[in-house]
């Protein structure tokens, strides 16, 4: 079975520190990684995916295989990062998506 | 811009009647869609696969004959709540992809379904 699992349901740092979303992931296949976001009163959006391997709005994200881990991360948080991201699964090929929980990043000026 | 339209943004209904939601690729094609529901401060769960041309794709637990889901068309997937009750009530959202081998990468901007 697929899961997904972001443990903080709330992130709250300072503006320009580092930030760390956790997501934790179960699958006993090849895995295709994702984080959305959500800001307010907007719709979900993709955020970035883990084999196109890009730094978006400066968040990266590393596949790591051995802990089952895809950690998004940025170096210096910026007032206009906080929202809701879900990170999310599915299989290699396949369309279905398995959302986390979601963690609501709120960052203080 | 959007290239995928839920309509309503938001509905309120009385128990016992149903309701239809939209959802619209604007600028491709899509042979399948995707029909998510969210409870309050809670993921995303997928309910249904829409398959064009065919029958949709029910997630465990989720009754087919309550969430009827009708792609008639490739631009076009509607989900239809049906004998509305207020547990029903929730956020529903779509989701649709123009790469067949790829999850959608873009979403609806959700319907907020009320029932009272």
């Known amino acids: 079975a697929q899961r997904v699992t972001q443990p903080e349901k709330l992130l709250s740092v300072f503006k320009g520190a580092p930030v760390e979303l956790k997501c934790n992931y179960s699958?006993?296949?090849?895995?295709?990684l994702f984080w959305y976001v959500q800001y307010s009163r907007q719709r979900l959006q993709l955020l970035l995916r883990?084999?196109s391997r890009e730094s978006i709005k400066g968040f990266t994200a590393d596949l790591n295989k051995g802990e089952t881990s895809f950690h998004l991360k940025k170096p210096f948080a910026q007032e206009e990062d906080s929202a809701m991201y879900y990170c999310?699964?599915?299989?290699?090929?396949?369309?279905?998506?398995?959302f986390g929980q979601g963690t609501r990043l709120t960052i203080n000026p | 811009g959007a290239v995928v339209s839920q309509h309503p943004s938001w509905v309120i209904c009385k128990s016992g009647t149903s309701v239809k939601i939209e959802c619209r690729s604007l600028d491709f094609q899509a042979t399948t869609m995707f029909w998510y529901r969210q409870f309050p401060k809670q993921s995303l769960m997928l309910m249904a696969t829409s398959n064009e041309g065919s029958k949709a794709t029910y997630e465990q637990g989720v009754e087919k004959d309550k969430f009827l889901i009708n792609h008639a068309s490739l631009t076009l997937s509607t989900l239809t709540v049906t004998s509305a009750h207020p547990e029903d009530s929730s956020f529903y959202i779509c989701?649709?992809?123009?790469?067949?081998?790829?999850?959608?990468?873009?979403f609806g901007n959700g319907t907020r379904l009320t029932v009272t």
């Open positions: 883990h084999i």
């Open positions: 699958y006993s296949g090849s895995p295709e």
């Open positions: 989701s649709a992809g123009r790469d067949p081998n790829n999850p959608p990468l873009h």
């Open positions: 999310a699964l599915s299989a290699q090929g396949a369309q279905k998506l398995v």
